[in-house]
């Protein structure tokens, strides 16, 4: 055998623990709106209501989110013509600190009676911590555009993991599993066997998670991350977890490890 396979540490209650929540936006010949996922290898939509693996708040989020658009008379977005304005709603859930960050995805900049529509939403579930509208005018399947606009709240949440608080925004990488992380980062750090003198890489580092968790064992980290919006917050929760042995840098992982190689790094 070329290795020992250790027992896989499971989660007690693998239920509703996804944090990160996205349902596609649609509407039925009969103009019955539909929420839910892309049917494998297509763009039908199949509508999903509930399911097992989401954070049940987040669900019920979406539902109401559904009701709404046919009280305001919102149009969804039609991936065909490109009529419509409403295409998607992602939802993050913060596990420890419950904040809810709820981003609505449009078609075109314009929301009409904006103000009433957030209004309206917040009295249905005053939980939502923030709301961000953004703008995905481009024929594609990546969900988020490049602009957007805070309608209500900071436009991030925070959570805590492995006792450090963390900074997401909408754009931001954040583990979908926040409990089997935490078991996950402790066992990679015990098993890295950190004296306290080591240099760490953290490539492709998100927000900064497992440098900073691996930064108390550590002589220093250095963070590699291409996204601008992971990278400030990275940066912040660095700051807010007064974690000082720590350095981010905005680029490709793989490239700027093949350049510290070449430095006979």
Known sequence: PYCTVHKITGMEAPLHYRNKVHAVFTHKRDGQIVSGIYEEGTHNVIPVDECLLEDQKADAIIRDI????????????????????????????????????????LGSPILPSKNNFVKALRKEHPEITTIVANVNN???????????????????IEDVLCGKTFRISSKSFYQVNPVQTEVLYNKAIEFAGLTGKERVIDAYSGIGTIGMVASDNAGEVISVELNGDAVRDAVFNAKQNKV??????????????????????
């Open 66 to 105: 559904r009701d709404l658009l046919k009280s305001f008379k919102i149009k969804t977005y039609n991936e065909d013509t490109g009529y419509g304005l409403f295409r998607h709603v992602l939802i993050r859930v913060g596990h420890v600190t419950r904040q809810v960050m709820v981003v609505i995805v």
């Open 138 to 156: 481009r024929n594609t399947s990546m969900v988020l555009g490049d602009k957007q606009q805070i309608l209500y709240g900071k436009g991030y």
């Open 244 to 265: 000082k042995n720590i350095r981010f840098y905005k680029d490709d992982a793989g490239d700027f490890m093949v350049k510290m190689a070449s430095h006979k790094e």
